[in-house]
């Protein structure tokens, strides 16, 4: 008889700690195409629904697939619905593919309104790759190309599609924070990926941490936290009010700290949560930055 998981349960299991991941993007493509008089509330309102549904379906999904595996069982950090067993595999399983269906409804609205057709495709490519990251007989999430898709998919993607949808451009300087936004969202992931090294190798999960070791991982973390405030210097040196995205720097440094002073397990949860503030307030700035610019 298996328990049934709690609406609280639930959201922790949506793995809240990653929705700036979904918001960052959507902020900046909209302050990049509100700068150049393509911006619309409604297109912005409803790209921002669809990335959120589709960051909670990969979260969904991811939870499923590797509670199935087993690499859940033993896990540090938040709430893993099937592999605590708090849930039915298939009532995770539709739960993923509910917010995957919701995020591809709200992605045609956008298409149809904008007549943007080339983004359906880009739409379908973006739910087959959210589900592959751990689904199917070989995930890439599992062979090392996580924090690559995440860089893709979280950054380039989402911060060009919302400006190109509205604006009907791209522009040099919003590729420059398409970059800054990717490096955000593939540091989240080599934070819970770093935390994760002892119980992924022993199950065979060959993320990217794994492959390089802890010690390189933590360099990796910061290499790419340093890219958007180097992206920063760039932007600014065009559009000047872009430097209001070093606001996210003392939010930044925390979670630094605790990756080089070689913190461990639930220590490294705080991480995740840092990088993930630090990424929204650099959304933040530079969307005020890139608007007003």
Same mark, same amino acid.
């Given at each position: 008889?298996?328990?049934? *998981? ?54 969904? *999904? ?35 593919? *509910? ?191 890139? *608007?007003?610019?």
């Amino acid at each position: 008889m298996w328990p049934m *998981a709690s609406l609280a349960q639930w959201i922790e299991g949506a793995r809240p700690r990653t929705l700036p991941n979904a918001i960052a993007p959507v902020l900046v493509g909209s302050g990049a195409a509100y700068g150049v008089g393509g911006f619309s509330w409604l297109h912005t309102g409803l790209i921002l629904l669809m990335s959120l549904a589709l960051i909670v379906g990969v979260n969904y *999904a991811n939870d499923y697939s590797d509670g199935v595996r087993g690499t859940d069982e033993d896990r540090v950090g938040p709430l893993r619905l099937v592999g605590s067993g708090l849930a039915r595999p298939k009532t995770v399983l539709v739960a993923a593919w *509910a917010s995957f269906g919701l995020a591809a409804v709200l992605g045609l609205t956008v298409v149809v309104l904008t007549k943007q057709w080339p983004m359906l495709a880009i739409g379908a490519v973006c739910i087959v790759a959210a589900w592959f990251y751990t689904g199917g007989k070989r995930p890439y999430g599992y062979a090392g190309f996580g924090e690559l898709a995440v860089f893709v998919f979280f950054g380039l993607v989402a911060v060009l599609g919302t400006l190109y949808v509205q604006a009907d451009m791209i522009s040099g300087v919003s590729i420059g924070a398409a970059v800054a936004v990717g490096a955000f969202s593939s540091a989240v992931l080599i934070a819970n990926n770093l935390r994760d090294i002892p119980t992924d190798a022993e199950t065979g999960k060959l993320t990217l941490a794994v492959r390089l070791g802890d010690r390189d991982t933590r360099s990796l973390y910061t290499a790419v936290v340093a890219v958007p405030f180097l992206m920063t210097v760039l932007l600014g040196l065009r559009q000047p009010l872009t430097l209001l995205g070093f606001l996210a720097l003392p939010v930044a440094i925390p979670a630094l700290r605790r990756v080089l002073r070689g913190k461990t397990g639930m220590e490294l949860i705080p991480v995740l949560r840092d990088t993930g503030m630090a990424m929204l307030v650099w959304a933040i700035g530079t969307t005020i930055g890139l *608007a007003l610019g």
